[in-house]
Structures are given as structure tokens and as C-alpha cells.
């Protein structure tokens, strides 16, 4: 599994103080199961709970997602200042999703050389 986060994610998770270690929590829980919403065409959204607080007062974070493949963090909000993704974003956020998990190696190399992406340090202790 490779992780990656979007030039914006990257920046917001940054500015938020959201660590790397928290986002490879969320893919953990993902591939046992847990996300709180599945929205087809690899696109689910899952909380990411603030440092030192739990996961109802944290984020929502939007992901491209292919099991045992790769994920890619697109978007986040905190809860309080978005309930949740209008129609329109959800379908402008699968296009991305198709396309983000459609990339070749070589396009995800070039993505990270140019700094479009950034890939999280990821681990899958079950190989």
C-alpha cells in the first residue's frame, strides 16, 4: 500500500498540526472496515481525530481509495465548519478519484517530483 497526500492536504494538514502518523491510523482503520461513508469509484470519507481529541471533534477527510493499493488524501474539513459534501463535490471529488488512482507508477513519481504529491511513510505490518 502506498499513501499519498495532496499538494492542498499536505498544506492543511500542516497548518492543522495533522500528523503523518494520524492519517496511517486512518488507513489502518479503513482496511479493517471502518469508514463512515462509501461513495463509490474508490471515494470514501473517514473522521481523523485531532491531537489529543477524539475523532467527533476532529476532521473529515476525503480519500481516493484502492484497497492493498493505494490511497491518496484529498480533502479535509473540521466538522464544525462543514457539515458534509454537497452532490457536486462528491461528484467532482470521484472524478478526482478516478483519475488520482487511474496514475501509472511513472505519473505518481512525477506527481511527487513536482511536488503535487507527497507520499506518507506507510507500513503494512501484515506482509
Known amino acids: 500500500?502506498?499513501?499519498?497526500?495532496?499538494k492542498w492536504f499536505a498544506r492543511f494538514a500542516r497548518?492543522?498540526?495533522?500528523?503523518?502518523?494520524?492519517?496511517?491510523?486512518?488507513?489502518?482503520?479503513?482496511?479493517s472496515g471502518l469508514i463512515e461513508a462509501d461513495y463509490g469509484g474508490g471515494l470514501v470519507k473517514k473522521r481523523v481525530a485531532r491531537d489529543g481529541g477524539g475523532k467527533s471533534g476532529g476532521y473529515r477527510s476525503i480519500i481516493a481509495y484502492r484497497s492493498m493499493s493505494r490511497?491518496?488524501?484529498?480533502f479535509c474539513f473540521a466538522k464544525n465548519d462543514k457539515e458534509n459534501l454537497?452532490?457536486?463535490?462528491?461528484?467532482?471529488?470521484?472524478?478526482?478519484?478516478?483519475?488520482?488512482?487511474g496514475f501509472s507508477d511513472m505519473e505518481i513519481t512525477a506527481a511527487v517530483e513536482k511536488r503535487e504529491m507527497e507520499e506518507v511513510e506507510y507500513h503494512d505490518e501484515t506482509v
Open 15 to 31: 497548518r492543522e498540526g495533522l500528523a503523518d502518523s494520524k492519517l496511517v491510523e486512518t488507513i489502518k482503520e479503513i482496511e
Open 71 to 74: 490511497c491518496i488524501f484529498m
Open 86 to 101: 454537497d452532490k457536486n463535490e462528491v461528484v467532482a471529488y470521484k472524478n478526482a478519484a478516478a483519475i488520482y488512482l
Open 1 to 6: 500500500m502506498r499513501v499519498f497526500k495532496t
